[in-house]
Each structure stands twice: as C-alpha cells, then as structure tokens.
C-alpha cells in the first residue's frame, strides 16, 4: 500500500492582489469630498428644480442627520485609512483584507442604523426612497462582507491524502 499526498490550494477568492492605483486615488477623493461636503457644507445637499433660477434649491437634508456624522466620519476614516494602506503597499495583504471586511461590516451597520433610525431628509417622499436604496446598499455590503469573510478563512491550504489499496 503506498500513500501519495497532494498538496492543492484552496480555491482561489477571485480577488487580485494587485491595487489599482488610479481608482485607489479616486476613491479617497470621493470620500474626503464626501466628508467635507456633509460635515462642513450640508445646507448645500439639496435639489435644484432649475438651472436658470437658483431660489428654487431645496435643501434636503434634516438637522438630524447632524447625528449620524458621529458613525459615518469613522467609517469614512477607516475607508481613507484603507486606502492609503493600498498606496503604500501596491497589493492586498491578509491584514488589509481583514480592514476592508471590517470597513464592509462598519459601514452596513451605520447605513442600517440610518434606514431604522430617525428621519435625516427634510422631505418625507425622499427619504422613503433614499431609505430604500440605504437598505439595498446595506444587504450588498453584507453579502459581500460575508463573502469576503468566508474567502478569508478558507485561505488556508487542502492537503488530501490518497491510499491505494
């Protein structure tokens, strides 16, 4: 009887090791213009009915959004902080996959918290529809958070052992 073993990794996650460096870039600029546009400027997020007349902006963001700037400037530094990690690296390491997992799950928390919690837009209509893309953005942040976390642990390599008898 002889034993042969074969050593095979486990499936691959799909995920390139490689960072883009143009979309690296891109993203930390939408998400500081995000932050600086919500945290310094929210009287400006709004609906402007027509291009020739500006008295027909229409703020749309509610006082209480104010409180969910507590949750999001965290997860929008620790998206930032992820992304800087890329620049200085130039390709995806275990620790930087498990922060993007955490920043995944972070950020389906906050945006849930904001679907159940208390109104944040002026106009009611809207913030039945803006509630309801929330809830879709936050189900594929969980998907893919739950995906990424499977990936993670079943990273480890598949030894089989064939006898022959």
Known sequence: ???RT???????SGQSDRIGIGWTVAKMGLVAAMAV????????????????DWSTFTPVLAPQFQAYLVWLNPWWGLAVSLE???????????????MDLASRAFG????????????????PVGLLALKGILALVV??????????????LGGRRLVVELRDR
Do not use: C
């Open 84 to 98: 800087v990690a890329h620049l200085l690296l130039r390709h995806w390491t275990t620790a930087t996959r498990w």
């Open 108 to 123: 389906a928390l906050v945006l849930g918290a904001m679907v159940l919690g208390d109104p944040f837009m002026a106009a």
């Open 1 to 3: 009887m002889s034993t």
């Open 139 to 152: 189900v594929g942040m969980l998907i893919t958070a739950i995906t990424h976390f499977s990936q993670l």
């Open 37 to 52: 546009l919500f945290n310094f400027y929210p009287e400006k997020v709004g609906i402007l009915w027509s291009v020739t």
């Open 6 to 12: 074969i050593t095979q990794a486990a499936p691959s």
